[in-house]
């Protein structure tokens, strides 16, 4: 499978599978909820999924906000953090939130090739949310829609 089919069948996927707000419940000290975002080289002519340079995560424990940044570097765990991560979200144990999930997901895949299973599976099972959909859906939304009780 090359870039571009991954890229259109993530796409397809994040899109036409409707977002569910069911609650995940803490498995074995996995967070329910983890936002990830990738940071990579330049786009450029012939370099449209270019290969990450990092990888940060937030979630909330214990009611404080936890982050973690991994380069991809071999003496850093980026690839085993995001592979535990995705491990978690195919298991139900986590829903991974990204913005702009196509692109990080394309990243992600170019990066680390192996996580390729795991994307699709956790994409597939409704794992994975993305909030890029969520703020252009919001944005549509009108004021005058809200009726306010004082």
């Not at 991974?96 to 895949?109: E, R, T």
Request: net charge negative; aromatic share 8%; with cysteine.
């Amino acid at each position: 499978m090359d870039y571009d089919e991954f890229r259109a069948r993530s796409y397809t996927i994040v899109h036409d599978k409707p977002m569910t707000e069911t609650a995940v419940p803490e498995n074995y000290g996995i967070p329910a909820l983890v936002a990830i975002d990738t940071e990579t080289h330049l786009i450029g002519p012939g370099n449209v999924t270019p290969l990450m340079i990092c990888v940060s995560f937030a979630w909330r424990e214990g009611g404080k906000i936890e982050t973690a940044l991994l380069g991809n570097h071999p003496d850093d765990s980026a690839e085993a953090q995001i592979e535990l991560m995705l491990k978690a979200a195919v298991a139900g144990q986590s829903k991974l939130v990204f913005h702009n999930a196509a692109y990080d997901l394309c990243v992600i895949a170019r990066t680390y090739p192996k996580l390729i299973p795991l994307i699709f599976q956790a994409l597939e099972n409704g794992s994975i949310t993305y909030t890029l959909i969520r703020e252009k859906l919001l944005n549509f939304w009108s004021p005058d829609d809200v009726i306010i009780k004082h």
